[in-house]
């Protein structure tokens, strides 16, 4: 569902979309509410809360700067959570089109995202997830069972690969 929320640091309304969950008062119905609501507020820079234009406090809560999932450049990359966490709709109601990879066809798959309490393996366009997340596993994912020893035991797998040497 389509809503408003104030920008304060940019001192207009701006509309986004309200998946149903959580949320704040920086959340109306209409630009018009939202504008005689929030007209006077703009934000203070030196601690990033939003106050009226006359110096008061404002009730209005500042937004918080939305993750973006295609630009992780904020978080060290670790490629066990932007890429082979499942795909994870939320309890939100939105439908918003997102990737995923997939590491047992090592491709991206499409999905609905409900809007909140999904994961970082959430893309916004099958390329982004593609470059993100192929080619970038460095090792095989050994089993949990054997993470920690060394060398790595794998009882599905024979000692030796067939026409293949053991040697180091």
């Given at each position: 569902?389509?809503?408003?929320?104030?920008?304060?640091?940019?001192?207009?309304?701006?509309?986004?979309?309200?998946?149903?969950?959580?949320?704040?008062?920086?959340?109306?119905?209409?630009?018009?509410?939202?504008?005689?609501?929030?007209?006077?507020?703009?934000?203070?820079?030196?601690?990033?809360?939003?106050?009226?234009?006359?110096?008061?406090?404002?009730?209005?809560?500042?937004?918080?700067?939305?993750?973006?999932?295609?630009?992780?450049?904020?978080?060290?990359?670790?490629?066990?959570?932007?890429?082979?966490?499942?795909?994870?709709?939320?309890?939100?109601?939105?439908?918003?089109?997102?990737w995923y990879f997939d590491t047992e066809k090592n491709s991206c798959d499409n999905f609905i995202y409900g809007g909140c309490w999904g994961?970082?393996?959430?893309?916004?366009?099958?390329?982004?997830?593609?470059?993100?997340?192929?080619?970038?596993?460095?090792?095989?994912?050994?089993?949990?069972?054997?993470?920690?020893?060394?060398?790595?035991?794998?009882?599905?797998?024979?000692?030796?690969?067939?026409?293949?040497s053991c040697g180091l």
């Amino acid at each position: 569902m389509h809503r408003w929320w104030y920008n304060a640091t940019g001192g207009s309304c701006q509309q986004f979309v309200y998946g149903g969950c959580g949320g704040n008062n920086n959340n109306y119905l209409t630009k018009e509410e939202c504008l005689e609501k929030c007209a006077d507020v703009t934000e203070n820079t030196s601690d990033g809360l939003a106050t009226s234009r006359n110096g008061a406090d404002s009730s209005i809560p500042s937004v918080p700067r939305r993750q973006n999932f295609d630009d992780p450049s904020g978080d060290i990359f670790n490629y066990e959570e932007y890429c082979t966490a499942k795909a994870v709709t939320g309890p939100c109601r939105a439908s918003f089109p997102r990737w995923y990879f997939d590491t047992e066809k090592n491709s991206c798959d499409n999905f609905i995202y409900g809007g909140c309490w999904g994961n970082k393996n959430n893309y916004l366009s099958k390329e982004a997830c593609m470059s993100r997340c192929v080619g970038k596993q460095l090792y095989p994912v050994l089993p949990l069972s054997t993470k920690g020893k060394w060398p790595p035991t794998l009882p599905h797998l024979p000692a030796c690969l067939p026409k293949l040497s053991c040697g180091l």
